[in-house]
């Protein structure tokens, strides 16, 4: 009878800890897929930011690249132009002109 006793009082206790660590192990898993979940919309969230924060850049300088060609190409047709004519007051005109064109 003790032997009996002591027999249904370990299958208990070995159902009570199977239940409570199917407990902890599902809480576990759960846990573990909310924080998967957060790390990956933060991941994308930064990767989104970075993308934009980089086409900005490409298009700054893609914007100032193509300020400064158009200065440099005003500025070589203004030395051609006053390679031309030769003539003081015309080159004094043309320069003007390309310096007003800029502003």
């Not at 991941?43 to 400064?68: C, E, K, S, T, Y």
């Amino acid at each position: 009878r003790v032997l009996l006793v002591l027999f249904a009082v370990g299958v208990r206790v070995l159902l009570v800890h199977f239940v409570v660590g199917v407990r902890v192990l599902l809480v576990l898993f759960v846990v573990g897929v909310r924080v998967l979940l957060v790390l990956f919309a933060v991941g994308v969230q930064v990767l989104l930011v970075l993308f934009a924060v980089g086409v900005w850049v490409l298009l700054v300088h893609f914007v100032v690249g193509v300020r400064v060609l158009l200065v440099l190409f005003v500025v070589a047709l203004a030395q051609l132009l006053v390679e031309a004519t030769r003539s003081e007051e015309w080159s004094q005109l043309i320069l003007r002109m390309m310096v007003y064109s800029l502003i």
